[in-house]
């Protein structure tokens, strides 16, 4: 059985960083899209980041661009979220996903196994 298992997150103070990382298992990320998506209370589930496992091509929300950045770790099979200046606004749960598509997508339906999610919060 498919498990994407995350680790990281927590709590920060405005400016500060924090990593997220997905592990997989049962299941091999070459070849995939990773997904980071995020829900804020109260709102839609919304794209976040991704990068194509081939090529390594990343695409960031305009809110993330310049302070995410997504990066893998092929020996362990792992996928990283570096988020640097954060803000209360990106406050959520984050979650990460994949799919065995080569071209990245923002489109959550497009996404065929999930993360649990992991609550990220912010203070100002």
């Known amino acids: 059985q498919v498990q994407l298992v995350e680790s990281g997150g927590g709590l920060v103070q405005a400016g500060g960083s924090l990593r997220r990382s997905c592990a997989a298992s049962a299941l091999t990320f070459n070849g995939n899209t990773m997904g980071w998506f995020r829900q804020a209370p109260g709102k839609e589930r919304e794209f976040v980041a991704a990068?194509?496992?081939?090529?390594?091509?990343?695409h960031y929300a305009n809110s993330v661009k310049g302070r995410f950045t997504v990066s893998r770790d092929s020996a362990k099979n792992t996928v990283s979220l570096q988020m640097n200046s954060l803000k209360p606004e990106d406050t959520a749960v984050y979650y990460c996903?994949?799919?065995?598509?080569?071209?990245?997508?923002?489109?959550?339906?497009?996404?065929?196994?999930w993360g649990q999610g992991t609550q990220v919060t912010v203070s100002s």
């Open positions: 996903a994949t799919n065995k598509r080569a071209i990245i997508s923002t489109r959550q339906d497009e996404y065929d196994y």
């Open positions: 990068m194509s496992w081939v090529g390594r091509v990343t």
